[in-house]
């Protein structure tokens, strides 16, 4: 179905190409927020659905990814997204999440950049985290272990003496989601008594410290939770995602000779690659 614009006012158009522009948002939000962020009110948007002969918000978005998407294949795909299932809205969820975090990777390429000259740098690598955090961490460090560093995960809850467990001139990669526990504030503070510890945290939350060597933005997927009015689970690990696999990427071009020279890692991650190729 195509809409036709030829029929619409000043108003219905500027909604219409609101929409078009900002489909994410008409997926994400219930039709008063909606209506809120384009500056109407909730029967405007009625009315336009009754006069354009549109079912509702579902018909709504099918038509704009029909309108949005040339390729016919990623058309059907986003298609198939919005039918009537339980798997469609938290995969849109997912998608709107990778999307996020890869305009945040954008904006933040000289940090992914910096992070990957200091796990060169520095011999000692650490990493720490709590609940999911701690799963995206590890999921980094067991990377990391091929690119012959020292790699340790700290279990802060069973050894908060950090200060004489980390040795100088090391790397300690935090992930947090929020950044909400004071204990955390209280790891930082110690972490700034070593001697030389770089420091990264990667984090959603709102923090501001000068000791910190590189803070890495990244987006909190549990606010996409919620879809179109219902409820599911969306793993908070997703936030780490691309921020990992950037991360793995520009550290395997630094590292590319020694670790396809390495039978372990090209049999764990690349057995399904002729590495003769490259």
Known sequence: MILKISDMNAKELDFYYYCRKNIDIVIDKPLNEVAKKFGCGVSFIYSFFEKNNILGVKDFVKI???????DDFEKQQLLELTTDNKLWKPTIATINELKTE??????????????????NKCENVYGLGFGYSELAVKDFLGFLTHCKKS???????????????????????????????????????KLNRIKNCHLVLVT???????????????????????????????????????????????????????????????????????????
């Open 64 to 70: 704009l990814v029909e309108e949005k998407c040339a």
């Open 102 to 119: 890869y305009s945040n990777a954008i904006d933040q390429y000289e940090k992914i950049e910096i992070i990957a000259e200091l796990i």
């Open 151 to 189: 790699v340790h995960t700290i279990n802060y809850d069973f050894n908060h003496d950090i200060t004489n467990y980390i040795k100088p001139n090391s790397l300690v990669i935090f992930y947090s989601v929020r950044f909400i526990q004071k204990k955390y504030s209280d790891i930082i503070e």
């Open 204 to 278: 959603n939350g709102s923090v501001q410290n000068p000791n910190i060597s590189v803070i890495y933005r990244i987006e909190n997927a549990i606010k996409y939770q919620e879809t179109f009015g219902d409820l599911y689970f969306l793993s908070p690990v997703t936030s780490f995602y691309l921020f990992n696999t950037f991360l793995k990427t520009m550290v395997f071009e630094k590292h590319r000779a020694d670790l396809l020279n390495d039978q372990d890692f090209v049999n764990e991650s690349m057995s399904w690659v002729d590495i003769k190729k490259y």
